[in-house]
């Protein structure tokens, strides 16, 4: 429909290089036949014109709308070209790119015949009407190339828009045209879209744009536009918007029914890391299939969150807790906690940091997961007794921190999508490096949570690449961390209907000092809970009978647990499950399966969630 258009459209991106550019704007620039695409503007024009309007592009790609003319010969006849720069906003509201649009004001004679079968061609391919209003009586001057469009014969819209409403479906009727006499409309143009009944009675999705033009007095002195048929791209949005939520829906599912199992190896396999002696007790192949077992588990069930927190992130509820963090503490103990990671490869990590004492706000476990990944991508792309290289400095109000490696490069092609959902460059038959493509796709997205950018710069295949990430400065000063509570040796109660969970938890908390008992489903839990008032329940919420928010809500109306500190173990681990997981009375949540160590430090520190 566009290369049909006499108007001269492209796209830029913020970069001001051109990604999308119409028939009638490359046939301007024979010079490069026709091949402006990846080009920068400063390419198609000469110095004098993009120094007098690079302004004007600057000023739109920050989000505000320019307009500006400009003469040029050609044909031999001097043109007048009034330039629309008008920014394309993301969903988040921040402009991702510009569209310009170039129109002839004055023509020659063989611009002008041009135009003119351009403009037949647009109407005769039924995709494209025109309309236009007399806003003294709000009703059509003309609709006939809407009554072509929609397949109906000539006077059926009779140039009436009541006419038109009466073929919108009902559900779309009260926002199509409005009063477009009489609107005040936000701007000069507004964009619909709606869906209207064909002459064959299919119901089909058109794009209504609108512009209306000022007299002296302010007022609307005309008002015209364009409707297109865009069946087929907006059936494709809702296809694709269809197939992402199913998508997010069994992956939610798969991993919160993979959880249990794993759960339960975890917490077995733990018990063997609290207690040395009695790994000694046992043989060399014995001690081999625990850490074989142990590894593989944590692989698993690292990777199940990976795929839970993409169903969060894709549906906007990953949860973020805020928190002032000294960023140069968190840096130390992402890298502390990184050294089994780079030590498999006998690798080493050089890190060094210059932060000043900066603080940020965010959510400490989150970046933790962020730089983690980054290391974990490093270590797994470079060469056994390699360096990886952690540097951190202050760049005017942000705090840049860069993850170098010399391992396996990233091909030029695929730099720009490796922040992409599942994306991954093409691996050999052994599928070496492994992965579901989700790690990177997390990273950015906890970082454009917390404010900042991260971007990769790589020179191929002949290796390294450096990431980076930037977050804002909440301030300069940072008071001393508080001391970790001390280990309680509170009653415990443990309710999980899982077996193999319920034996090794407990185990592994008894290990650790707790007294715990152990119920397999709700009732029994309602009915001998109260009698042993202990300090700490950990309650699964999946039990049979009654589930674990009938257990909380039974449990929370007796006297004798009115200082009891209840947390709820569950795969689900959504932000509205979340919410109505702690408003029927749970003090916390953790999302199966628990790491043990931080489980002990929320029952130690009765944190509220």
Same mark, same amino acid.
């Not at 009654?546 to 039974?554: F, T």
């Given at each position: 429909? !566009?290369?049909?258009?006499?108007?001269?459209?492209?796209? !830029?991106? #913020?970069?001001?290089t051109i990604r999308f550019a119409n028939q009638?704007?490359?046939?301007?620039?024979?010079?490069?036949?026709?091949?402006?695409?990846?080009?920068? /503007?400063?390419?198609?024009?000469?110095?004098? @014109?993009?120094?007098?309007?690079?302004?004007?592009?600057?000023?739109?790609?920050?989000?505000?709308?320019?307009?500006?003319?400009?003469?040029?010969?050609?044909?031999?006849?001097?043109?007048?070209?009034?330039?629309?720069?008008?920014?394309?906003?993301?969903?988040?509201?921040? #402009?991702?790119?510009?569209?310009?649009?170039?129109?002839?004001?004055?023509?020659?004679?063989?611009?002008?015949?041009?135009?003119?079968?351009?403009?037949?061609?647009?109407?005769?391919?039924?995709?494209?009407?025109?309309?236009?209003?007399?806003?003294?009586?709000?009703?059509?001057?003309?609709?006939?190339?809407?009554?072509?469009?929609?397949?109906?014969?000539?006077?059926?819209?009779?140039?009436? /828009?009541?006419?038109?409403?009466?073929?919108?479906?009902?559900?779309?009727?009260?926002?199509?045209?409005?009063?477009?006499?009489?609107?005040?409309?936000?701007?000069?143009?507004?964009?619909?879209?709606?869906?209207?009944?064909?002459?064959?009675?299919?119901? +089909?999705?058109?794009?209504?744009?609108?512009?209306?033009? !000022?007299?002296?007095?302010?007022?609307?002195?005309?008002?015209?536009?364009?409707?297109?048929?865009?069946?087929?791209?907006?059936?494709?949005?809702?296809?694709?918007?269809?197939?992402?939520?199913? *998508?997010?829906?069994?992956?939610?599912?798969?991993?919160?029914?993979? *959880?249990?199992?794993?759960?339960?190896?975890?917490?077995?396999?733990? /018990?063997?890391?609290?207690?040395?002696?009695?790994? $000694?007790?046992?043989?060399?192949? @014995?001690?081999?299939?625990?850490?074989?077992?142990? +590894?593989?588990?944590?692989?698993?069930?690292?990777?199940?969150?990976?795929?839970?927190?993409?169903?969060?992130?894709?549906?906007?509820?990953?949860?973020?807790?805020?928190?002032?963090?000294?960023?140069?503490?968190?840096?130390?103990?992402?890298? $502390?906690?990184?050294?089994?990671?780079?030590?498999?490869?006998?690798?080493?990590?050089?890190?060094?940091?210059?932060?000043?004492?900066?603080?940020?706000? =965010?959510?400490?476990?989150?970046?933790?997961?962020?730089?983690?990944?980054?290391?974990?991508?490093?270590?797994?792309?470079?060469?056994?007794?390699?360096?990886?290289?952690?540097?951190?400095?202050?760049?005017?109000?942000?705090?840049?921190?860069?993850?170098?490696?010399?391992?396996?490069?990233?091909?030029?092609?695929?730099?720009?999508?490796?922040?992409?959902?599942?994306?991954?460059?093409?691996?050999?038959?052994?599928?070496?490096?492994?992965?579901?493509?989700?790690?990177?796709?997390?990273?950015?997205?906890?970082?454009?949570?917390?404010?900042?950018?991260?971007?990769?710069?790589? #020179?191929?295949?002949? =290796?390294?690449?450096?990431?980076?990430? +930037?977050?804002?400065?909440?301030?300069?000063?940072?008071?001393?961390?508080?001391?970790?509570?001390?280990?309680? $040796?509170?009653?415990?109660?443990?309710?999980?209907?899982?077996?193999?969970?319920?034996?090794?938890?407990?185990?592994?908390?008894?290990?650790?000092?707790?007294?715990?008992?152990?119920?397999?489903?709700?009732?029994?839990?309602?009915?001998?809970?109260?009698?042993?008032?202990?300090?700490?329940? !950990?309650?699964?919420?999946?039990?049979?009978?009654?589930?674990?928010?009938?257990?909380?809500?039974?449990?929370?109306?007796a006297e004798s647990l009115n200082d009891t500190?209840?947390?709820?173990?569950?795969?689900?681990?959504?932000?509205?499950?979340?919410?109505?997981?702690?408003?029927?009375?749970?003090?916390?949540?953790?999302?199966?399966?628990?790491?043990?160590?931080?489980?002990?430090?929320?029952?130690?520190?009765?944190? /509220?969630?």
């Amino acid at each position: 429909m !566009l290369d049909s258009s006499p108007v001269r459209v492209s796209f !830029l991106g #913020p970069d001001l290089t051109i990604r999308f550019a119409n028939q009638a704007y490359r046939e301007s620039h024979p010079e490069v036949r026709g091949a402006v695409i990846g080009k920068h /503007i400063r390419e198609l024009y000469n110095a004098d @014109f993009f120094e007098s309007y690079v302004d004007h592009f600057i000023e739109a790609a920050s989000g505000n709308r320019q307009e500006f003319s400009v003469s040029q010969k050609e044909d031999g006849a001097t043109s007048v070209f009034r330039t629309e720069l008008v920014p394309n906003l993301a969903a988040d509201g921040t #402009p991702d790119g510009i569209f310009v649009y170039c129109t002839v004001l004055t023509k020659s004679k063989k611009q002008r015949h041009r135009a003119d079968w351009n403009f037949d061609l647009a109407l005769k391919s039924h995709l494209i009407a025109f309309w236009e209003l007399d806003t003294s009586r709000d009703d059509w001057i003309f609709a006939e190339h809407i009554e072509g469009l929609l397949g109906l014969s000539e006077g059926d819209l009779d140039n009436s /828009i009541e006419c038109l409403l009466r073929r919108v479906h009902p559900e779309d009727r009260g926002h199509v045209l409005y009063d477009c006499g009489a609107v005040e409309l936000q701007g000069a143009s507004y964009v619909n879209e709606f869906r209207c009944r064909t002459a064959t009675g299919e119901y +089909r999705w058109f794009r209504l744009i609108g512009n209306r033009e !000022l007299n002296n007095d302010g007022e609307t002195s005309s008002l015209a536009g364009t409707i297109a048929d865009i069946n087929d791209l907006k059936n494709a949005e809702i296809l694709a918007a269809d197939r992402l939520k199913y *998508r997010d829906s069994f992956l939610s599912m798969l991993s919160h029914e993979l *959880r249990n199992p794993v759960a339960g190896i975890q917490y077995a396999i733990d /018990i063997f890391g609290d207690h040395s002696d009695m790994s $000694e007790t046992l043989s060399p192949q @014995f001690r081999t299939s625990v850490g074989i077992i142990r +590894r593989q588990t944590t692989v698993i069930s690292r990777l199940l969150n990976d795929l839970l927190n993409v169903s969060r992130v894709s549906q906007n509820q990953i949860l973020f807790e805020e928190e002032t963090i000294c960023y140069a503490e968190l840096l130390n103990e992402v890298v $502390e906690s990184a050294e089994s990671i780079y030590a498999k490869k006998n690798q080493s990590l050089k890190f060094s940091c210059d932060t000043k004492k900066a603080t940020i706000r =965010g959510d400490r476990v989150r970046l933790t997961q962020a730089f983690m990944n980054l290391i974990d991508n490093a270590c797994k792309f470079s060469a056994h007794d390699s360096a990886i290289k952690i540097g951190c400095a202050i760049v005017g109000d942000m705090v840049v921190t860069s993850v170098c490696d010399s391992g396996q490069g990233i091909a030029p092609d695929s730099v720009g999508n490796v922040f992409d959902l599942f994306f991954q460059e093409e691996q050999p038959l052994d599928r070496k490096a492994g992965g579901l493509g989700v790690g990177l796709y997390l990273v950015k997205k906890i970082v454009d949570a917390h404010r900042g950018t991260v971007s990769v710069v790589s #020179p191929g295949e002949i =290796g390294g690449c450096e990431f980076e990430i +930037r977050l804002p400065i909440e301030s300069t000063n940072v008071s001393d961390s508080a001391p970790l509570p001390k280990k309680s $040796e509170d009653s415990l109660v443990l309710v999980e209907n899982n077996e193999d969970s319920r034996l090794a938890l407990s185990m592994a908390l008894q290990s650790r000092g707790f007294d715990v008992t152990t119920f397999e489903d709700g009732q029994s839990a309602v009915d001998n809970i109260p009698r042993l008032a202990p300090k700490i329940v !950990l309650v699964d919420i999946g039990l049979p009978g009654k589930d674990g928010i009938e257990v909380i809500r039974a449990l929370r109306h007796a006297e004798s647990l009115n200082d009891t500190f209840f947390v709820a173990l569950t795969g689900y681990g959504q932000k509205h499950e979340r919410e109505m997981i702690l408003s029927a009375g749970f003090d916390n949540h953790l999302v199966k399966p628990v790491d043990i160590a931080e489980l002990c430090s929320i029952i130690n520190g009765r944190s /509220i969630a």
